[in-house]
């Protein structure tokens, strides 16, 4: 079994008060008790309270909340439906032909097990983990998309991505690769963005950067130990946490 890496230094020196979020495809939903189930067409973020309370949300083909089809491939509208959806009602491309192409370029999720499930980090299960969020603030953010490249080559696939797609797009099939080290700019999906707080944006990365990460946190000559990190911080009152300069009244 793989060992999870310790985020600690990074939530620590960049106040990152939020829980980490893990996107997990597991053969058996038992270990990540307390589970939540979606409504019917329910958003996965509708969620994010229960994620707080440390509950699990669980998804399953029968089962999949949303009715887009991302996660599972099979969505609960038809093709039709759901360009008219889209374009006319959430009003994303310009007309049905833009709209079209879109979705005949977007990728589903392909699931390996029968269960999929979105909640805070399980240590234990860290071998069934695809992706990890951070909800993170603009400051927050910056230092992280900065972290993501520390050990980038340029002919590589690009280490940080901030690419149109739904939340829950955002959390997996946007990716180039899940098992490349690469990093995804999200929350950007007004439609989901009513139940985060303001401040909030996602920075969702793959378990290779999550890990890359750690190591990134554990190097004293990186960004994240530099003066420029300190001076940011000095500017911010001392904290880069949201929650702190709520408490400020900032």
Same mark, same amino acid.
Request: net charge negative.
């Given at each position: 079994?793989?060992?999870?890496?310790?985020?600690?230094?990074?939530?620590?020196?960049?106040?990152?008060?939020?829980?980490?979020?893990?996107? *997990? /495809?597991?053969?058996?939903?038992?270990? !990540?008790?307390?589970? #939540?189930?979606?409504?019917?067409?329910? =958003? @996965?973020? $509708?969620?994010?309270?229960?994620?707080?309370?440390?509950?699990?949300?669980?998804?399953?083909?029968?089962?999949?909340?949303?009715?887009?089809?991302?996660?599972?491939?099979?969505?609960?509208?038809?093709?039709?439906?759901?360009?008219?959806?889209?374009?006319?009602?959430?009003?994303?491309?310009?007309?049905?032909?833009?709209?079209?192409?879109?979705?005949?370029?977007?990728?589903?999720?392909?699931?390996?097990?029968?269960?999929?499930?979105?909640?805070?980090?399980?240590?234990?299960? *860290? /071998?069934?983990?695809?992706?990890?969020? !951070?909800?993170?603030? #603009?400051?927050?953010?910056?230092?992280? =998309? @900065?972290? $993501?490249?520390?050990?980038?080559?340029?002919?590589?696939?690009?280490?940080?991505?901030?690419?149109?797609?739904?939340?829950?797009?955002?959390?997996?099939?946007?990716?180039?690769?899940?098992?490349?080290?690469?990093?995804?700019?999200?929350?950007?999906?007004?439609?989901?963005?009513?139940?985060?707080?303001?401040?909030?944006?996602?920075?969702?990365?793959?378990?290779?950067?999550?890990?890359?990460?750690?190591?990134?946190?554990?190097?004293?000559?990186?960004?994240?130990?530099?003066?420029?990190?300190?001076?940011?911080?000095?500017?911010?009152?001392?904290?880069?946490?949201?929650?702190?300069?709520?408490?400020?009244?900032?």
């Amino acid at each position: 079994m793989n060992m999870q890496p310790d985020p600690s230094v990074i939530l620590d020196k960049l106040s990152i008060t939020e829980p980490l979020i893990g996107f *997990y /495809d597991a053969p058996d939903a038992a270990p !990540f008790k307390p589970l #939540a189930v979606p409504g019917n067409h329910q =958003c @996965v973020f $509708a969620s994010f309270k229960k994620w707080h309370q440390g509950k699990t949300l669980h998804l399953t083909r029968d089962n999949p909340g949303c009715g887009g089809g991302h996660l599972f491939g099979v969505g609960t509208l038809c093709r039709e439906e759901m360009v008219e959806f889209l374009c006319d009602a959430e009003g994303l491309r310009a007309d049905h032909e833009l709209m079209e192409l879109w979705l005949d370029a977007a990728k589903s999720y392909a699931p390996a097990n029968d269960h999929l499930l979105i909640g805070p980090l399980r240590a234990d299960q *860290y /071998d069934h983990l695809r992706t990890v969020t !951070f909800y993170v603030n #603009a400051d927050q953010l910056a230092v992280l =998309c @900065v972290g $993501a490249t520390y050990y980038s080559r340029p002919d590589e696939i690009p280490p940080v991505l901030a690419p149109f797609g739904s939340g829950c797009m955002q959390l997996t099939t946007l990716f180039d690769n899940l098992e490349a080290p690469q990093a995804l700019i999200g929350a950007t999906d007004h439609a989901l963005r009513k139940y985060l707080e303001p401040w909030m944006l996602a920075f969702t990365v793959t378990r290779p950067m999550f890990e890359l990460l750690c190591r990134w946190a554990g190097d004293p000559k990186s960004s994240l130990h530099s003066g420029f990190l300190d001076g940011l911080i000095r500017a911010r009152g001392g904290s880069l946490g949201q929650k702190d300069k709520d408490r400020k009244g900032v």
